[in-house]
């Protein structure tokens, strides 16, 4: 059985890694022409039930915990005038809650558990065809092609493999704008006093400002706003970030001043809630190719864990991938639907003009209640 896995972020390689824990091998095409290539982003927090697990069915839980930071899951949540409505401490050195690692320290340490041809680097899927016979053709930029029999789409967003299954469409959901502060101990010792060793957020009507700290020491600013059609090009001035917050306290908005470089903007999209298609043989999806959701936490977890449910299935059966995709996507499709529900909610919170209200409540909820906002 050849198997090929199209993408090589934190879900490809987590499927990779597991798949050979039980003897599986499949290759992960991968666009970027290396590890380094770019920035992989900021922090992640890790839940127990999603990637974590996933980490302990790669072997990997020694090495995470020796990479990771407890002391990244501290939360302040502010109000634009700089009160406290929200802070949360952890445990010190627990690895009981939901601990932070960069995006790039954990991409590494799943690459350093695979061989190195593992990863066939500078392969930017194209086009994925199926043949006559059974199985696909993958068509890279340059003409270069390959045959596989099983065909795993975990190429994110723009995920080129999905069209093969459904037509679902993105939807617009927000505007991220960021910037990036390096050195901050050094250089802004008031803004790293601010933010602390984790997450703080400052939310105000309709737009958030917030900032994390990265393991190497800087700190990655975001702007959430509302989705409205705009032109992106008039946020990549800090000038114009500011004029959104005016009248916020000035010792927050020196976070768009001190960024490093021009501020960044995109659009954050989202696939339809509820989406799934019917079976094909030999390909299936996973992350945010089979579930793009709102960035506010489940992305990365829910797309380690497709992994392991996948691997685990393949695993159980490799000479019936076919059954194992069956019933990994019936088990994902049930498992993404409240997630999902809760992430667009959360997101429609964010961005609200009772935000803050909305969010001390949603944190600060009794232990017995749902875990869900809205």
Not at 98 to 106: F, H, M, N, S
Not at 157 to 170: F, G, M, N, Q, Y
Not at 257 to 276: F, H
Not at 317 to 342: K, N, Q, T
Request: proline share 7%; net charge negative.
């Amino acid at each position: 059985m050849r198997m090929a896995i199209a993408g090589g972020g934190l879900g490809g390689l987590t499927l990779a890694r597991i798949l050979r824990r039980h003897g599986v091998d499949a290759v992960v095409y991968e666009r970027e022409a290396s590890r380094s290539a770019r920035s992989q982003g900021g922090m992640l927090d890790l839940h127990p039930e999603s990637g974590q697990r996933a980490l302990a069915e790669a072997g990997l839980t020694a090495r995470f915990r020796s990479e990771a930071r407890p002391e990244g899951e501290e939360h302040r949540i502010l109000d634009p005038a700089g009160r406290t409505l929200v802070h949360h401490k952890p445990r010190p050195g627990s690895f009981a809650g939901r601990p932070e690692i960069d995006r790039r320290v954990l991409r590494d340490l799943l690459l350093d558990s695979l061989p190195g041809d593992t990863v066939a680097w500078q392969h930017r899927l194209v086009a994925a065809t199926p043949r006559p016979g059974g199985g696909f053709r993958l068509t890279f930029d340059g003409g270069h092609h390959v045959d596989c029999d099983v065909l795993v789409g975990a190429d994110g967003a723009r995920s080129v493999v999905r069209p093969l299954l459904t037509d679902a469409k993105l939807s617009y959901v927000a505007t991220l704008v960021q910037l990036r502060i390096d050195d901050v101990d050094r250089r802004h010792p008031a803004l790293a006093e601010l933010v602390g060793p984790g997450n703080l957020w400052c939310v105000g009507v309709d737009q958030v400002l917030a900032a994390q700290r990265l393991g190497d020491g800087s700190l990655q600013v975001g702007v959430s706003l509302r989705a409205e059609e705009r032109d992106l090009d008039t946020l990549r001035s800090k000038g114009a970030l500011l004029e959104m917050f005016e009248g916020w306290d000035p010792g927050l908005t020196a976070l768009v001043e001190a960024g490093d470089g021009a501020p960044v903007p995109r659009r954050i999209e989202a696939m339809p809630r509820g989406t799934r298609w019917a079976h094909r043989p030999g390909i299936t999806l996973l992350g945010d190719a089979a579930h793009l959701m709102p960035p506010v936490g489940e992305g990365a977890n829910q797309a380690m864990l497709d992994a392991a449910e996948l691997a685990a299935a393949i695993a159980a059966d490799p000479a019936d991938p076919d059954s194992a995709i069956l019933a990994y996507e019936e088990a994902m499709f049930a498992r993404i639907h409240p997630i999902a529900e809760m992430s667009a909610r959360v997101q429609a919170m964010m961005l609200s003009p009772t935000a803050a209200d909305d969010i001390v409540r949603f944190f600060t909820r009794r232990p017995t209640e749902p875990a869900t906002a809205g």
